[in-house]
């Protein structure tokens, strides 16, 4: 039985997903994960325990060669590039990871490579900021290793700036992120804004050889002052031309960034001057938007991405319906979960296949830019993306989230 070695966070959907693809393709799993390691199995899952904040040490305790490797979420995308490196299995390597998980390091690799890329430039998060004022506007601010949007924010004027530049500061000195220790999360992020409409690509890479898988349209405008995603669609409505340079765009980035071998996932801007790289992460796309994208006779990207990590990715891949999309439900405000109304009539609309609520009763949620997750996820499927997108749009509107007042939470002083 093949055997993949799977990197993930102690707990969450996407490592479920993912074990669960695994079971339902008779290939064994082994679970390393960011948790405790003098509690002995507190889970019961005989899990690996791991430390994202220090790849080097987690990468030598993973000594058995498996037949491929998965990373689930950014932090765990260097220590499979550190373990599929030692034991020879093909992945990404550690460098092409370390340029991917740093945005100033990514966007000078674009720079050189002749890409189209914002003006930008990184401030030390305990710099005096009135110096970094002195920029053009509108501008974005966003930390470095931080993903999903979380602590980024645009700043339209010097005031803004200023509220925005404290705000991430508070943002990078809450508990959940300085415990990684990570050097990524001292700094800030400058840069231009860039304007227009904002895509996404999923792809799978072997051998240094670019799949494309899908290329989403992102029809909520993405302006500011935070970029809440939502909807995700595909096929693209987009001009054959448009398509055709976004995956153009997209193979120079990732050989740029040196990527080889397993998932990315890339966004990017298109205006009149062509595109522009975003980023790209050296792994699928996060949370449950993996079940946007299955396809024949009936696989999940969960289980492509792990077939191709042991060597068995199907030849052909038609997706199963003509368009799909998916909205990730926008965090309705801050507070304690409650309750929620209204799925059964959402899962009632026609065109919509599913609707996961992950947030639990009694979690808190927290809007961006501080948030770091959705309360959910709607899921759509039908002839064509314009029907998709208002099914989503339908079933949204008959969610109502129930929400207690919460304590903010304080961030720590700063060293």
Not at 54 to 71: H, M, N, W
Not at 279 to 308: K, W
Not at 327 to 336: C, D, K, L, T
Not at 372 to 382: H, K, Q, R, V
Request: aromatic share 6%; with cysteine; proline share 7%.
């Amino acid at each position: 039985m093949p055997r993949i070695l799977l990197i993930a966070a102690t707990t969450g959907y996407q490592t479920r997903a993912f074990a669960d693809a695994a079971h339902r393709l008779g290939i064994e799993v082994t679970l390393a994960t960011d948790r405790c390691h003098v509690l002995e199995d507190p889970w019961r899952d005989r899990a690996i325990a791991i430390r994202f904040e220090d790849p080097e040490e987690s990468a030598r305790r993973l000594t058995d060669i498996p037949d491929g490797i998965v990373a689930v979420a950014d932090r765990s995308t260097s220590i499979a590039a550190l373990v599929a490196q030692r034991l020879g299995i093909a992945w990404h390597p550690p460098e092409a990871v370390a340029l991917c998980r740093n945005k100033n390091l990514m966007r000078a690799a674009f720079q050189s490579a002749g890409l189209k890329t914002p003006h930008h430039f990184t401030v030390p998060l305990d710099s005096d900021q009135r110096e970094a004022v002195r920029t053009t506007y509108p501008c974005v601010l966003k930390p470095l290793g931080l993903s999903a949007s979380r602590g980024v924010i645009r700043a339209n004027d010097e005031a803004s700036f200023i509220e925005a530049f404290t705000e991430i500061r508070r943002i990078l000195n809450l508990p959940d992120i300085r415990r990684h220790h990570d050097e990524a999360d001292r700094a800030i992020q400058i840069e231009s804004y860039i304007s227009g409409k904002e895509f996404a690509l999923e792809g799978i890479m072997t051998d240094g050889e670019l799949q494309v898988l899908a290329i989403f349209d992102k029809p909520d405008p993405l302006e500011g002052p935070y970029f809440e995603e939502t909807i995700y669609l595909t096929p693209s409505r987009e001009s054959a031309s448009t398509q055709q340079a976004i995956v153009e765009t997209c193979l120079g980035a990732v050989r740029a960034l040196g990527l080889a071998h397993g998932p990315i996932h890339a966004e990017m801007r298109v205006n009149s001057e062509g595109v522009f790289m975003l980023e790209i992460a050296a792994r699928p796309i996060g949370g449950l938007c993996a079940r946007v994208l299955r396809f024949q006779p009936d696989l999940t990207l969960e289980e492509l991405v792990i077939l191709h990590a042991v060597g068995k990715m199907p030849a052909d891949l038609l997706p199963v319906a003509a368009a799909s999309g998916v909205m990730m439900i926008p965090v309705p405000g801050s507070g304690v979960l409650e309750s929620v109304e209204g799925v059964d009539r959402a899962r009632s609309i026609p065109l919509i296949i599913d609707i996961a609520i992950t947030a639990k009763l009694g979690e808190r949620l927290v809007p961006l830019p501080a948030g770091a997750s959705y309360p959910g996820f709607i899921f759509a499927e039908g002839p064509d993306p314009f029907a998709v997108e208002t099914a989503l749009r339908r079933a949204h509107a008959e969610l109502r989230f129930h929400l207690l007042s919460a304590l903010p939470t304080l961030a720590p002083a700063a060293d």
